[in-house]
């Protein structure tokens, strides 16, 4: 990697390695326009590591029908290009696609409700449901060094810890062929990720102000939520 140059897609101008409208045999974009953060100028044998992964069968094939998930996402209509699945409805083509049978939900307890939906039409569709949620087990935050002024109920209140790691382990030791994940906050959604050891999907994220939809906030940045581009100095 070249000195203080790291990777930043997000800054890039050119795009060009998405070489949309392009005839399906035409060449590898040129990388001479690009800019030198580009990770293909970086990181060239990043791609040679990632294709050797894609070569092997099972991940082969589990991208190959995760592209076509990607592409039923989509109708051609005489007025142009639409969309026509939610995420849920994809979440069940998905497991059909690679025929998974029993999925595990890990929940927030404060999506108690919307779990139960999911829960509901996941096995209407013909799944076994494991389900699990974050304050599992009952544990007293103090058993993780929480003091009595950082407890959400205030200092007398007993508060029960989130649990991310036992709920990973029990989607685990219970065979699931993929899990999902539902309204985990930040923090406790990284611990379940780390300890889970099965093909793991997001349904939604936690944000308690939004409605569970933080892209909002980036939509509004340049109005309601404009001091998240306050600069630091």
Same mark, same amino acid.
């Given at each position: 990697?070249?000195?203080?140059?790291?990777?930043?897609?997000?800054?890039?101008?050119?795009?060009?390695?998405?070489?949309?409208?392009?005839?399906?045999?035409?060449?590898?974009?040129?990388?001479?326009?690009?800019?030198?953060?580009?990770?293909?100028? #970086?990181?060239?044998?990043?791609?040679?590591?990632?294709?050797?992964?894609?070569?092997?069968?099972?991940?082969?094939?589990?991208?190959? *029908?995760?592209?076509?998930?990607?592409?039923?996402?989509?109708?051609?209509?005489?007025?142009? #290009?639409?969309?026509? *699945?939610?995420?849920? $409805?994809?979440?069940?083509?998905?497991?059909?696609?690679?025929?998974?049978?029993? *999925?595990?939900?890990?929940?927030?307890?404060?999506?108690?409700?919307?779990?139960?939906?999911?829960?509901?039409?996941? $096995?209407?569709?013909?799944?076994?449901?494991?389900?699990?949620?974050?304050?599992?087990?009952?544990?007293?935050?103090?058993?993780?060094?929480?003091?009595?002024?950082?407890?959400?109920?205030?200092? $007398?209140?007993?508060?029960?810890?989130?649990?991310?790691?036992?709920?990973?382990?029990?989607?685990?030791?219970?065979?699931?062929?993929?899990?999902?994940?539902?309204?985990?906050?930040?923090?406790?959604?990284?611990?379940?990720?780390?300890?889970?050891?099965?093909?793991?999907?997001?349904?939604?994220?936690?944000?308690?102000?939004?409605?569970?939809?933080?892209?909002?906030?980036?939509?509004?940045?340049?109005?309601?939520?404009?001091? #998240?581009?306050?600069?630091?100095?």
């Amino acid at each position: 990697m070249a000195k203080n140059t790291y990777p930043g897609c997000a800054h890039c101008p050119t795009r060009v390695c998405e070489n949309r409208g392009e005839k399906a045999d035409s060449r590898q974009p040129s990388l001479d326009k690009v800019p030198a953060f580009c990770p293909m100028k #970086l990181m060239p044998e990043a791609y040679s590591a990632a294709m050797n992964e894609y070569d092997k069968s099972a991940v082969k094939e589990f991208a190959r *029908l995760a592209s076509v998930q990607e592409f039923q996402c989509y109708e051609r209509r005489p007025d142009g #290009l639409r969309t026509k *699945l939610p995420r849920m $409805e994809e979440v069940i083509q998905f497991a059909r696609k690679c025929g998974y049978k029993r *999925l595990g939900l890990a929940f927030c307890g404060g999506l108690a409700y919307e779990a139960g939906l999911v829960t509901e039409i996941l $096995e209407n569709n013909g799944f076994e449901v494991v389900s699990v949620q974050c304050k599992t087990g009952a544990v007293p935050k103090e058993r993780i060094g929480i003091k009595p002024d950082e407890k959400i109920a205030g200092p $007398e209140a007993w508060e029960t810890m989130c649990n991310p790691i036992v709920q990973a382990m029990i989607i685990n030791w219970s065979k699931v062929d993929m899990a999902i994940m539902l309204g985990l906050c930040i923090g406790h959604d990284t611990l379940f990720i780390k300890y889970c050891d099965v093909p793991l999907t997001v349904l939604a994220v936690k944000d308690r102000v939004l409605g569970h939809n933080p892209l909002a906030a980036l939509y509004t940045s340049g109005t309601y939520y404009n001091r #998240l581009k306050n600069k630091i100095e």
